[in-house]
């Protein structure tokens, strides 16, 4: 399976703090993509870091790939209590049964 | 530009009994999914349309889901009969590209599914 699978399960912080989570996953990908859900909302996607990329930026969201080691890391710097939410990877080489979301990291950010 | 919008937000059913789900993607967008997201996991595909056409169905459980997608556009999913395993939240998504070099996936808001 090429599930991406996050960690931690779950992780809490004050505000104002850095969040980091990680995602690994098992055989080669095209990209790997980030998504955030809020409670009882759907997906939102938060960033695409493509294969052959090692490093994105997009606001507060820092993005790394290590395609060697077969993982991800999600770092959210100075977070806020709105970032409290779950967050997914989505690794694969094609959309539908080959693109695989991994059961999250839930982040707590407490003010 | 209007989201995915989907409909309705929750349903509560006995079991046995059957329910009707209804997406609209994003205008222009070829490509919709369905997603089932148990709690506390992440979503799993349960079908994926191109246009008209079903691209991916290989993880619907066809003795009771069926899905359609009406002149390539509106998608309606449907359960007879559910099952308690069956309560979770639909999510329908759509995307401008069918591979995923090119894209993400704009996710509606989900439909709540509780079944007694």
């Known amino acids: 399976s090429q599930q991406g699978e996050e960690d931690p399960q779950a992780l809490s912080i004050q505000e104002g703090e850095n969040a980091t989570m990680n995602c690994s996953y098992k055989?080669?990908?095209?990209?790997l993509q980030w998504y955030r859900q809020n409670s009882g909302r759907g997906l939102v996607h938060l960033i695409l870091i493509r294969s052959n990329e090692r490093e994105k930026h997009s606001g507060r969201l820092r993005v790394t790939l290590d395609t060697s080691k077969k993982s991800s890391s999600l770092l959210i710097t100075a977070s806020r209590a709105a970032d409290t939410a779950s967050y997914f990877c989505a690794t694969g080489y094609n959309y539908g049964q080959n693109f695989v979301f991994g059961p999250g990291t839930r982040l707590s950010v407490l003010p | 530009e209007a989201g995915v919008a989907q409909s309705p937000r929750y349903k509560i059913i006995e079991k046995r009994q059957s329910v009707a789900f209804w997406c609209n993607p994003i205008s222009g967008h070829a490509t919709l999914y369905w997603y089932q997201q148990i709690l506390g996991q992440g979503p799993k595909l349960l079908i994926q349309f191109q246009n008209n056409g079903v691209v991916d169905d290989s993880q619907l459980p066809k003795d009771r889901f069926s899905a359609e997608r009406l002149k390539g556009v509106d998608s309606t999913l449907k359960i007879q009969p559910a099952k308690l395993e069956d309560s979770a939240v639909y999510l329908c998504a759509s995307s401008a590209f069918q591979r995923i070099e090119t894209g993400e996936l704009f996710f509606g808001e989900g439909s709540r599914l509780t079944v007694l």
């Open positions: 055989t080669s990908i095209n990209n």
